[in-house]
Each structure stands twice: as C-alpha cells, then as structure tokens.
C-alpha cells in the first residue's frame, strides 16, 4: 500500500471554547488573537470558526520563538532612548 492509497485521516476541528481550554487562556483572548491574524483560522459561514491542531501548534510555534527574533526592538517615542539630553 502505497501513501496515497491510505485512507486520509479526518481533520480535527476545535471550537474557540475547546482551544482556550487546551491552551489555558479565555474564550477572549483567542478572539483576539484572531482578530490580530496571529492566529489562523477556518471560517465555515459568517461566524462559525473552527480551529485545526496544526494552526495551533503554528500559533504556539510562533510564539514560542525570542522575542528580539520574532518582533525588532524599536524604541517608543518620548522613551529616554530617544530623548535629548
């Protein structure tokens, strides 16, 4: 039997609810995450999402990288980096 002979295994989806359980973190929070695109979803009507084990682990891979490689360190106007001596 080769690969594409085997039966293609169902895809697992998760409910806002069930990956803020499996993450340990609110309903909310995984809103957020989503409106601020870091973490990708599947929309299956106006609002029905679902969420798949591999967007998650993606999401959790991604923020699991250092901070100085994932976002670049600039400083905040007014901050004393920036000020004038």
Do not use: C
Request: charged share 25%; glycine share 6%.
């Amino acid at each position: 039997m080769t690969a594409s002979d085997e039966p293609a295994l169902p895809l697992q989806l998760y409910t806002k609810a069930q990956a803020a359980r499996m993450l340990g973190v609110s309903e909310r929070q995984i809103g957020r995450w989503i409106a601020s695109g870091d973490l990708v979803v599947s929309r299956l009507g106006p609002r029905t999402i679902r969420i798949t084990l591999p967007q998650l682990e993606r999401f959790l891979e991604q923020r699991s990288r250092p901070a100085s490689l994932a976002w670049p360190s600039v400083p905040r106007r007014g901050s004393r980096a920036t000020r004038r001596r």
